[in-house]
């Protein structure tokens, strides 16, 4: 094994170990997370659609299952469980659309889980997840049709997009929605916060599961990495001190 690889496995141990100590942990020290206005205007959101009778629609944007561009659709699929329970009472439940259709299984999928989860197994429609374009703007091309068919009143943009973000949130703010975006790529992260009403900041997209308490592990996860996190920035200034104090060469 090369010295690149067990490092990996050393850095990947110590994070599982992190991840099963703050969540043992989690019942006696509670997490205190900073707020994030955009989720906790989605909770708003979700809930007046539910008791206006309309629909919430999640996308999972442009990225296949396979590569980096999955992590933020991913994220995705996570806020999606929470959603799709907060809308099980509705007659309208959640629908998601992605670019994949291997990302439209898997929202599928999680949808079916769900509602067998809280007892509502008839709610699940196969057409409740969607392939809308196999590529960006083929994808961006079908969401007015949805958005505007589907009385959709809040547009959740999770997921991997590229130059497509623009469009997609536009479609949402032209048709007064609620519009909340965020993905992995710094471009698409412009395009959001120019256009959407809430847009997420870097790493924010990626805390859904623990801002909008899917599970107990999404917080667990969120706490080990702000560990590593400021354990990594205290040994980079360690690493500045040590070396000033050596002086020059």
Request: hydrophobic fraction near 50%; proline fraction near 4%.
């Amino acid at each position: 094994m090369t010295l690149s690889g067990l490092q990996g496995l050393v850095a990947l141990a110590v994070f599982v170990a992190l991840l099963v100590g703050f969540l043992a942990a989690n019942q006696r020290w509670p997490a205190h997370f900073r707020r994030i206005p955009a989720y906790e205007a989605l909770r708003q959101a979700i809930e007046r659609a539910v008791e206006a009778g309309e629909r919430v629609h999640v996308s999972l944007g442009t990225g296949s299952v396979i590569g980096p561009e999955s992590a933020p659709a991913l994220a995705g699929l996570a806020a999606l469980t929470r959603i799709a329970r907060a809308t099980s009472i509705s007659d309208r439940p959640v629908l998601v659309t992605a670019g994949d259709g291997a990302m439209a299984i898997l929202a599928r999928d999680s949808l079916r889980s769900t509602y067998q989860e809280v007892g509502a197994s008839e709610l699940y429609e196969p057409t409740s997840g969607r392939l809308l374009g196999a590529t960006p703007l083929s994808y961006a091309a079908g969401l007015p049709a949805v958005l505007a068919n589907e009385q959709v009143s809040v547009h959740v943009l999770s997921g991997a997009f590229g130059l497509e973000a623009g469009l997609a949130a536009d479609f949402g703010e032209r048709a007064k929605l609620f519009v909340i975006g965020g993905t992995d790529d710094v471009q698409a992260q412009a395009l959001f916060y120019a256009i959407a009403q809430h847009p997420l900041i870097g790493e924010e997209v990626f805390a859904s599961g623990a801002y909008l308490d899917v599970g107990p592990m999404h917080t667990a996860s969120l706490r080990a990495q702000d560990f590593i996190r400021f354990g990594l920035i205290l040994l980079i200034l360690l690493g500045v001190i040590v070396r000033t104090l050596e002086g020059p060469l």
